[in-house]
């Protein structure tokens, strides 16, 4: 299994700036994504990481609000760009090794989360 | 399109007794995963089962069992014997399993279980 850190755990920041969230993994994987979770509601994707190229957005997510590095196959960033309050959510980064020729799955494993309240 | 459907936001049983989680899924694709997943009350994902679309086996596991049935579309998941530390909510989810390096986990929006003391 993938152990998978977050930092950080959780920050107050005021409207207006920017923060940015690092995801380590212990070993190297094939693919990392991030997801947000607004309160109360369910995991919504917002990117697939992609290791040495652009990140790949989902309907809803732009690069220029939440850009994403990831320049190994272990760490990855995400920032959370000119924050109002409606970015308050938490974001998950997500680990999978999926073999990419048989297209089989070990499994998808959930860091422990960034816990983001903007003011 | 993908789609995953938990129609019970909110369950509330007495401790001891089973519960069974509902999950509903929508795919295009012959080769799917479906997936549980336990988020408590500290917010971590704690994952549950990763089912692929050819294995229609029930599996269980202690106290937790899941019933798949392609033919109703459906993933359903029981807890038998509920305890207060099952207290959380319960999300399932779907991914499509192509060689496409974009496939992404689709989850449900999750059904919140009291398990009353």
């Known amino acids: 299994s993938a152990v998978i850190s977050q930092k950080p755990s959780r920050d107050i920041c005021q409207r207006g700036t920017s923060l940015t969230i690092q995801c380590q993994v212990d070993?190297?994987?094939?693919?990392m994504f991030w997801y947000r979770q607004q309160p109360g509601q369910s995991l919504t994707l917002i990117a697939t990481a992609n290791q040495g190229s652009e990140a790949t957005y989902e309907s809803g997510f732009v690069i220029d609000k939440f850009p994403i590095s990831r320049p190994n196959l272990t760490f990855s960033t995400l920032t959370v760009s000119n924050m109002s309050p409606e970015d308050s959510s938490i974001y998950l980064c997500?680990?999978?090794?999926?073999?990419?020729?048989?297209?089989?799955?070990?499994?998808?494993?959930f860091g422990p989360g960034t816990r983001l309240t903007v003011l | 399109a993908q789609k995953v459907t938990q129609a019970q936001t909110e369950i509330s049983v007495v401790e001891k007794e089973d519960v069974t989680l509902d999950c509903v899924y929508e795919t295009r694709d012959t080769t799917y995963y479906l997936f549980w997943y336990k988020q408590p009350p500290s917010g971590e994902l704690v994952f549950l089962i990763r089912r692929n679309s050819f294995d229609e086996q029930n599996e269980i596991s202690g106290r937790y069992s899941w019933n798949f049935q392609k033919s109703t579309s459906s993933f359903n998941f029981t807890i038998t014997a509920s305890q207060v530390v099952d207290s959380a909510v319960y999300f399932c989810a779907l991914s499509e399993a192509s060689m496409n390096r974009d496939d992404k986990i689709i989850f449900g929006k999750g059904t919140r279980l009291h398990i009353l003391p």
């Open positions: 070993s190297q994987v094939t693919m």
């Open positions: 997500s680990v999978d090794n999926r073999d990419l020729t048989s297209g089989s799955y070990n499994e998808q494993f």
